[in-house]
């Protein structure tokens, strides 16, 4: 057996044989990728990253991170790449990089940040993911154990069934979860002295960690009261827990080169914030409560009160509060002229249709029937269980509506309320047009009477306006606003 194993382990040798000097550190370290090979995954991820996403629509706001990013970036230990700053068009709360200097910060995030300084410190840390090849550096670690199960297969044979790391599952966990607490110290380290040589304050760092925990605590919050995950920046806070003490010690370590008089940029980046859509894109549709709006579709519907709205790129999901009953509305072109009961039969290949007929109550072509499907609800596996499949025709475009419960009993009560949402479907009527808009931020200035409490009765967010107004304004959980202070709030 060892005879068999010496290849195997000479290989590994001489593939952790490939050293490569960190930018950073000036050392000597293991790299299984070079920067040709960095800079290319970054170039060919960079299209899926804007397609999923999208990118906002709004060149000077583009411009503006382009430039703040830029003179970080020049600062850094590795100034001689081009990177890309680009404002993605989700309300998600996320800022990411892939390697070779592909940076992305969500509207979402920004929404939550009040200063250009608070900006170039979400900039700089993600900066510092790339110029520290956090990415070739979690890859290495990942191949190496993928080469170890391998010499382990040899022995213990159970073990080669184990999938291996790929890249692109080392760079999606990064997305979503962050590097790991080594790596983001690193990366709050190196964005904290990059923005301090460029002229920004760099205790910045600590005032959006702090923003950032306040979203975070209110978002885990309100996601168990909606029965769903919470939407969280990459899972920052697993890695930094309240007053670290290595957090402030890095952070301070950027304090010689801080600014006799450090720049701010809360007027510039407030005044840049200002119109910036809040909450859904315009071209995804939007939602108020229970309603959903979608302005280039030109259609609107309503979904049973109390439901949650998933709204997805590739569909719309409504939830019930304990996940036991699910609706799923699905865009489809059509191509050919068949009639609506064709369309289930012929496209969607369904089979064994049952109480099948027109939809009544709907001024358009339309079929509905019971088939049955697999779904998942809550933690179970998926099972075939009835499903109410019904599809309406709206110009050249078929919408498919799926809705199914967990149980025979529940899907009997749900039923009716399936098909009220499908026969609430209707064109945008006029004032319709106006909520499609969507949401937006607008700056103020703060009287002597303004208070968060008033301002959230008169806001248009749906849920939890006053607290959302605090935690945008960083006044979470109780503080006012300052009279003559510039504010945001949603219109």
Same mark, same amino acid.
């Given at each position: 057996?060892?005879?068999?194993?010496?290849? *195997?382990?000479?290989?590994?040798?001489?593939?952790?044989?490939?050293?490569?000097?960190?930018?950073?550190?000036?050392?000597?370290?293991?790299?299984?990728?070079?920067?040709?090979?960095?800079?290319?995954?970054?170039?060919?991820?960079?299209?899926?990253?804007?397609?999923?996403?999208?990118?906002?629509?709004?060149?000077?706001?583009?411009?503006?991170?382009?430039?703040?990013?830029?003179?970080?970036?020049?600062?850094?230990?590795?100034?001689?790449?081009?990177?890309?700053?680009?404002?993605?068009?989700? #309300?998600?709360?996320?800022?990411?990089?892939?390697?070779?200097?592909?940076?992305?910060?969500?509207?979402?995030?920004?929404?939550?940040?009040?200063?250009?300084?608070?900006?170039?410190?979400?900039?700089?840390?993600?900066?510092?993911?790339?110029?520290?090849?956090?990415?070739?550096?979690?890859?290495?670690?990942?191949?190496?154990?993928?080469?170890?199960?391998?010499?382990?297969? *040899?022995?213990?044979?159970?073990?080669?069934?184990?999938?291996?790391?790929?890249?692109?599952?080392?760079?999606?966990?990064?997305?979503?979860?962050?590097?790991?607490?080594?790596?983001?110290?690193?990366?709050?380290?190196?964005?904290?002295?990059?923005?301090?040589?460029?002229?920004?304050?760099?205790?910045?760092?600590?005032?959006?960690?702090?923003?950032?925990?306040?979203?975070?605590?209110?978002?885990?919050?309100?996601?168990?009261?909606?029965?769903?995950?919470?939407?969280?920046?990459?899972?920052?806070?697993?890695?930094?827990?309240?007053?670290?003490?290595?957090?402030?010690?890095?952070?301070?370590?950027?304090? #010689?080169?801080?600014?006799?008089?450090?720049?701010?940029?809360?007027?510039?980046?407030?005044?840049?914030?200002?119109?910036?859509?809040?909450?859904?894109?315009?071209?995804?549709?939007?939602?108020?409560?229970?309603?959903?709006?979608?302005?280039?579709?030109?259609?609107?519907?309503?979904?049973?009160?109390?439901?949650?709205?998933?709204?997805? #790129?590739?569909?719309?999901?409504?939830?019930?509060?304990?996940?036991?009953?699910?609706?799923?509305?699905?865009?489809?072109?059509?191509?050919?002229?068949?009639?609506?009961?064709?369309?289930?039969?012929?496209?969607?290949?369904?089979?064994?249709?049952?109480?099948?007929?027109?939809?009544?109550?709907?001024?358009?072509?339309?079929?509905?029937?019971?088939?049955?499907?697999?779904?998942?609800?809550?933690?179970?596996?998926?099972?075939?269980?009835?499903?109410?499949?019904?599809?309406?025709?709206?110009?050249?475009?078929?919408?498919?509506?799926?809705?199914?419960?967990?149980?025979?009993?529940?899907?009997?009560?749900?039923?009716?309320?399936?098909?009220?949402?499908?026969?609430?479907?209707?064109?945008?009527?006029?004032?319709?047009?106006?909520?499609?808009?969507?949401?937006?931020?607008?700056? *103020?200035?703060?009287?002597?009477?303004?208070?968060?409490?008033?301002?959230?009765?008169?806001?248009? *967010?749906?849920?939890?306006?006053?607290?959302?107004?605090?935690?945008?304004?960083?006044?979470?959980?109780?503080?006012?606003?300052?009279?003559?202070?510039?504010?945001?709030?949603?219109?």
């Amino acid at each position: 057996m060892l005879r068999h194993a010496l290849p *195997i382990l000479l290989l590994l040798l001489t593939m952790l044989s490939g050293c490569a000097t960190n930018p950073v550190s000036g050392k000597k370290e293991v790299a299984l990728m070079s920067e040709e090979k960095e800079i290319t995954v970054g170039r060919q991820a960079d299209p899926e990253i804007r397609k999923e996403y999208g990118v906002y629509d709004d060149a000077k706001l583009q411009a503006y991170v382009q430039r703040v990013g830029e003179k970080l970036a020049g600062l850094s230990h590795r100034p001689e790449l081009f990177y890309r700053f680009t404002v993605l068009d989700s #309300p998600e709360v996320n800022a990411f990089a892939l390697p070779g200097g592909y940076v992305y910060i969500t509207r979402g995030l920004m929404a939550y940040l009040n200063s250009e300084a608070e900006l170039a410190a979400v900039l700089g840390h993600e900066i510092g993911h790339v110029t520290a090849r956090h990415a070739v550096r979690q890859y290495t670690t990942a191949m190496a154990a993928q080469i170890g199960y391998t010499i382990g297969a *040899i022995f213990v044979p159970q073990v080669g069934s184990q999938a291996g790391s790929t890249l692109f599952n080392v760079l999606g966990t990064a997305l979503v979860r962050g590097y790991g607490r080594e790596h983001e110290l690193q990366a709050d380290e190196l964005g904290a002295e990059y923005s301090a040589l460029a002229g920004y304050d760099p205790d910045a760092m600590l005032e959006v960690l702090q923003v950032l925990k306040n979203q975070e605590e209110f978002e885990v919050e309100r996601a168990k009261l909606e029965g769903r995950e919470p939407n969280v920046y990459h899972g920052v806070f697993a890695t930094h827990p309240s007053n670290d003490q290595r957090l402030q010690q890095v952070v301070k370590g950027a304090q #010689p080169n801080k600014a006799r008089n450090p720049n701010t940029g809360r007027a510039e980046y407030l005044a840049q914030l200002d119109g910036v859509v809040f909450g859904d894109s315009v071209k995804q549709g939007v939602r108020y409560g229970n309603k959903f709006y979608h302005k280039h579709l030109g259609i609107a519907l309503r979904f049973p009160e109390g439901w949650r709205i998933e709204n997805q #790129p590739d569909r719309l999901v409504a939830v019930n509060r304990h996940d036991s009953a699910r609706m799923v509305v699905r865009l489809q072109d059509l191509n050919r002229r068949i009639a609506p009961r064709e369309f289930l039969e012929q496209r969607l290949k369904l089979k064994e249709l049952h109480q099948a007929a027109e939809l009544p109550g709907t001024g358009f072509p339309s079929y509905t029937a019971l088939t049955r499907l697999p779904w998942a609800f809550g933690t179970s596996l998926a099972h075939t269980v009835d499903t109410r499949v019904t599809v309406l025709y709206f110009g050249d475009k078929a919408y498919v509506f799926y809705a199914a419960a967990s149980t025979e009993e529940e899907f009997t009560r749900y039923d009716p309320l399936y098909l009220d949402t499908a026969r609430s479907f209707h064109a945008l009527t006029d004032p319709e047009r106006k909520l499609a808009d969507g949401l937006h931020i607008k700056i *103020i200035t703060a009287g002597a009477h303004t208070s968060f409490a008033e301002l959230g009765k008169d806001s248009p *967010i749906p849920n939890y306006p006053e607290r959302m107004l605090r935690l945008i304004n960083d006044r979470y959980p109780s503080s006012e606003p300052q009279p003559g202070a510039k504010i945001k709030i949603v219109r």
